[in-house]
């Protein structure tokens, strides 16, 4: 028989449990134990006991660094799940068994259900807020770049016909990089060489929220009020700034897009067609 699909599932979507267990599957840096198999015969996975960590920075979209003399530091894990009961549930061959377990806590800590919820609940909002700002800075990254290629190749175009079409063509590329920019180095530092390049220049949103992570997860304890303080405030000012770039984008992406459609008719018979920003 051949395993389809391994399914652990607590408080969390079974859909997002079984899409978490196939990209572990994939994932050829974790132990093979730690990789559902799909192999003929005897099949082992060892679950961590926590939940999917925040979304990965695209470091191939971010400004050039020298090889760093320590590698990166993995992207954090997410949650640990709380005690309690949970199910595994097994399908080969379209038949389905399943079987409970419990997990439970520590018998040396007096922690409560509570504070072990607290801590969940905000350690997830945490990782959520991270995946948010990575996933925002990966787009502006990628809108960066696709501006700067798609200027470049319209203003070449457009120059040959009308030098001055072509300058204000690049202005106006220039001034919604620059603002994309602004956003950026609020919510990353782009100038950082290395993990430990962090003094040189101010630390990002996303350091702050790393920083919250670790406060919120120091111990098997509710998070204390000023974390909690902080940690919602620094939420915010993700959100804030998302929305900050989705405001950019509706308001400038658009004529910018247009501009650009505009002054690359003349290569449509290379075959090249509009150069424009997603």
Do not use: C
């Not at 790393?210 to 620094?234: I, K, L, N, W, Y």
């Amino acid at each position: 028989a051949v395993l389809e699909r391994a399914l652990v599932a607590g408080s969390t979507s079974r859909e997002t449990v079984l899409q978490e267990l196939l990209s572990l599957r994939d994932d050829k840096a974790l132990p093979p134990a730690s990789r559902p198999g799909t192999a003929k015969g005897l099949n082992r996975f060892l679950w961590n006991l926590k939940y999917p960590g925040p979304t990965r920075l695209d470091y191939g979209l971010a400004p050039p660094r020298p090889k760093p003399l320590a590698p990166d530091p993995d992207n954090p894990p997410g949650p640990t799940v709380v005690p309690g009961t949970y199910s595994v549930e097994l399908t080969v061959e379209g038949k389905s068994q399943s079987a409970e377990f419990v997990l439970v806590k520590d018998p040396r800590l007096s922690t409560t259900d509570q504070a072990y919820q607290a801590q969940f609940k905000l350690h997830m909002q945490l990782i959520e807020s991270l995946s948010k700002l990575k996933a925002t800075v990966n787009r502006l990254r990628l809108m960066k770049k696709q501006i700067g290629e798609a200027a470049a190749r319209a203003g070449q175009s457009n120059g040959q016909r009308n030098g001055k079409g072509g300058a204000a063509l690049r202005r106006q590329a220039a001034a919604i990089t620059q603002k994309l920019s602004a956003i950026e180095k609020v919510m990353v530092d782009p100038e950082r060489k290395s993990a430990r390049d962090v003094l040189r220049n101010p630390a990002g949103l996303n350091d702050t929220l790393f920083d919250m992570v670790q406060m919120t997860t120091v111990g098997d304890a509710a998070p204390t009020t000023q974390t909690e303080a902080v940690s919602r405030e620094t939420m915010k000012k993700v959100d804030d700034h998302v929305g900050r770039f989705a405001a950019l984008i509706k308001a400038e992406l658009g004529p910018l897009n247009s501009a650009l459609a505009r002054a690359v008719r003349a290569l449509a018979t290379e075959g090249s067609g509009p150069a424009t920003a997603k």
